[in-house]
């Protein structure tokens, strides 16, 4: 025979494993949607750091880039700087041979043959030469005479600067002038000068260290 007592376990027994049942239900949903939060934080946390990391590179990548280009300007600037500098000993040593040469024998009779193919070519009677004092001094009688006999009147002026050596010629009224001199010469020719140096040095690799 049931008791009373029999009964209220088998109700409390029954209750009891419903509520385990509801429980643990209640629990599993729990620990599902803290897994898919934690999942999604997890993710949100990982992209925050890939953010972190791809800005940090790319920020490294655009330092990188600068620190190149500064680096490339500076060079370049070094290698301008050198290239200025051989053009410069390049002109002192070109203008050092103008003035071996203006001391040489084979001078005198150069600076005659260039006034009279000059002055052959000029259309004016009356013609001014400027020349160097040393130069007047020693040369004017046979560039008079050379005037002379292609029917030029010449009359001579002292240069007011260093020509090295060489000459300039200009009509009475100084209209026109055509330098002759070896100074006009290399500084008329700097530009080419510095081309084909400068196209030699590229030739060469451009190492300047």
Known sequence: MITIEDKLNIFYKIVLEKEKEESL?????????????????????????????????????VKKDELISQEIVEARKRIFTKKEGLLDDLILYLEKKAKDFVNSEEYSQYLLDGIGRVLKDIEDKYIIIYLKN????????????????????????????????????????????????????????????????????????????
């Open 25 to 61: 239900k209640v629990l599993n949903e729990i620990e599902e949607k803290n897994k898919a939060t934690l999942d999604k934080h997890r993710e949100r946390l990982f992209k925050v750091k890939d953010d972190i990391i791809e800005k940090s590179i790319k920020n490294g990548e």
């Open 134 to 209: 040393e130069d007047r001094l020693r040369l004017s009688g046979s560039i008079a005479k050379i005037g002379i006999e292609i029917g030029k009147k010449i009359s001579f002026e002292n240069v007011t600067e260093d020509i090295i050596g060489g000459f300039i010629v200009c009509d009475i009224d100084k209209k026109y002038l055509i330098d002759e001199s070896f100074k006009g010469k290399i500084e008329e020719n700097k530009y080419l000068i510095g081309e084909e140096l400068y196209s030699t040095l590229g030739k060469a690799g451009d190492i300047l260290d």
